[in-house]
C-alpha cells in the first residue's frame, strides 16, 4: 500500500505557493493522518512530526545531505562544490564543519552587538516621523547584508549587489518547473578572495583562508581557494535571507498581537524569549531534504532506495505532541527546544549570530516605534524554494 492510498484528500506541495501562505492545516493533518506522507507529482516523502523530524535528523548516515538539501537541489543532481558542509555528509561535513566552527563562535558572534546595533540604527533613523517602513526591505535586508558583509570584509559599496544576488537566486520563478538556485562558485567571490589574499586583515575571509585543519584523509592543510569561496558563498546564502525573513515574521507576528508588542516595549528584557517564539512558530527555513541511499522504514512503511525524504523542521514546530497550545503565538512561552535551527550534525552555524540579530532588530525597531499595524496592501509573500517569509513586510508606524 502506498502511504498515499488512503488519503488522497491530504495534500502538501512546496511549490504551491497558496499551500506556503500557510502551510499549518495541512502539516496537522500530515502529523495526525499521514506521518509519512508520500507526493507522487514531485515523488517525495515527508516526516512532519516533532520526534520524527528530529531523529531523523540525528540519522546522518540514512538521512544524507551530500547530494543537496533543497528538493529541487537533489532532483536535478547538481554538482556539489566541496567546502559548502550544508550538503555535505561525515567524514568530509566534521573536517570542515570544524574549521569553520573555530572562526565562527558565540563569542565572536556577541562581539558584534554594536555593530548590528549600528547597522539597525542607520536603517530605521530615516522613518523616525514618517508613515511607516518595511520590515524586510527597510530593515531585515540591509541588517543581515551588512553583519555578514562586515564579518567578511566585503566592502559596503559591493555588499548590496551580493545580497540581491543571493535573494534572486533563491526564488522560485515557475512551481511547476522549479529550477535548481545557482549553488556554483560564483566570480563576485573569486575577485573578493584574490583581492583578500594579498590584502590580509582580521576578517573571517582572511581567518578562512589561512585556518589549518586535519582533512577526512588525516592531512593537515589549509582550505583549497574553491572551497573557501564555496564556504563564503554558503555564509552569505544562509545568512542573509534567514535572517531578513526572521525580522519580518518578527514585525507581521507583533503587528498582529498588540498587547505582546505593547509587553515587549515596556519590557525589552523579553525580546530574547519573543525572538524564539517567532523561531518556533513561524520557523524562516521549514522544510530540509534528504537522499535515501538504501530502503528505509517510518510508520511501517518502506522508503526505496533513491528517494527524496522532506524533514518538515516547521511542522516540527508546531507539532502538538511537543508544544501545548501550538498554534498560539506567545512571547512567554517557555519555548524550550525547538527545530528553527535544524537539529544534529547540520545545526545552524549562524543560530548565535541570527539570534543576536533577531534581539538587536526588535529592541532597536521598538524603542523608536513602539506601535505598528501590517499594512497588507503592500504586503508581498516571498516565492523561494526553500526560504519561507515575506518579501515585503510593509508596516504603518502613525
Ligand atoms: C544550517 C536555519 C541564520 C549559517 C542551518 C539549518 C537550518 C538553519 C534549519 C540546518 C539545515 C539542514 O539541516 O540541512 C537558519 C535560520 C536562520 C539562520 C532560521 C535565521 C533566522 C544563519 C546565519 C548564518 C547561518 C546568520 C551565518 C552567517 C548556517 C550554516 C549552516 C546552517 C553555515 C550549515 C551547517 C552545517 O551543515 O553543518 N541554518 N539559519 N545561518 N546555517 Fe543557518
Given at each position: ?49 516533532f ?48 574549521v ?25 533613523d ?24 562586515y ?107 498588540a ?77 524550550g ?15 548565535a ?12 525597531v ?33
Amino acid at each position: 500500500m502506498s502511504p498515499t492510498s488512503h488519503l488522497d484528500d491530504v495534500y502538501y506541495d512546496p511549490y504551491d505557493f497558496s499551500i506556503d501562505a500557510d502551510p499549518y492545516p495541512v502539516w496537522r493533518r500530515m502529523r495526525d493522518e499521514a506521518p509519512l506522507y508520500y507526493n507522487e507529482k514531485h515523488d517525495f516523502y515527508a516526516l512532519s512530526r516533532f520526534e520524527d523530524v528530529e531523529r531523523a535528523l540525528t540519522e546522518w548516515g540514512t538521512f544524507l545531505s551530500g547530494r543537496g538539501t533543497l528538493l529541487e537541489i537533489i532532483k536535478a543532481n547538481v554538482p556539489i562544490p566541496s567546502g559548502n558542509i550544508l550538503f555535505e555528509d561525515p567524514p568530509v561535513h566534521h573536517a570542515h564543519r570544524g574549521v569553520m566552527a573555530r572562526v565562527f563562535t558565540p563569542k565572536k558572534m556577541n562581539a558584534l552587538e554594536s555593530k548590528v546595533r549600528e547597522f539597525c540604527g542607520r536603517s530605521l533613523d530615516p522613518f523616525v516621523g514618517t508613515a511607516g517602513f518595511d520590515f524586510i526591505g527597510d530593515l531585515g535586508t540591509h541588517m543581515a547584508m551588512r553583519t555578514i558583509g562586515y564579518l567578511l570584509g566585503i566592502p559596503e559599496e559591493d555588499q548590496e549587489a551580493i545580497g540581491s544576488l543571493f535573494d534572486d537566486n533563491l526564488r522560485i520563478e515557475d512551481p511547476d518547473n522549479p529550477r535548481p538556485p545557482d549553488i556554483g562558485i560564483d566570480g563576485a567571490f573569486v575577485d573578493y578572495i584574490e583581492w583578500r589574499s594579498e590584502h590580509p586583515s582580521d576578517d573571517l575571509m582572511t581567518e578562512l583562508m589561512n585556518a589549518e585543519f586535519e582533512d577526512e584523509t588525516g592531512a593537515v592543510r589549509t582550505l583549497t581557494r574553491d572551497e573557501v569561496i564555496a564556504y563564503i558563498n554558503l555564509l552569505a546564502g544562509a545568512g542573509n535571507e534567514t535572517t531578513a525573513r526572521l525580522v519580518g515574521w518578527a514585525g507581521k507576528l507583533l503587528g498582529e498581537h498588540a498587547d505582546q508588542r505593547r509587553e515587549l516595549a515596556a519590557d525589552r528584557s523579553l525580546i530574547p524569549n519573543a525572538v524564539e517564539e517567532v523561531l518556533r512558530y513561524e520557523a524562516p527555513s521549514p522544510v530540509q531534504a534528504r537522499y535515501i541511499e538504501r530502503d528505509v522504514e517510518q510508520h511501517g512503511q518502506k522508503i526505496p532506495a533513491g528517494s527524496v525524504v522532506l524533514l518538515l523542521n516547521g511542522s516540527a514546530n508546531r507539532d502538538e505532541r511537543r508544544f501545548p497550545d501550538p498554534d498560539r503565538f506567545d512571547i512567554h512561552r517557555s519555548v524550550g527546544r525547538h527545530l528553527g535551527f535544524g537539529y544534529g550534525i547540520h545545526h545552524c552555524l549562524g543560530a548565535a549570530l541570527a539570534r543576536l540579530e533577531g534581539r538587536v532588530a526588535l529592541d532597536e525597531v521598538l524603542q523608536r516605534f513602539p506601535d505598528w499595524e501590517v499594512d497588507w496592501d503592500n504586503a508581498v509573500q516571498a516565492r523561494t524554494s526553500t526560504v519561507r517569509g515575506w518579501e515585503k513586510m510593509p508596516v504603518l508606524i502613525g
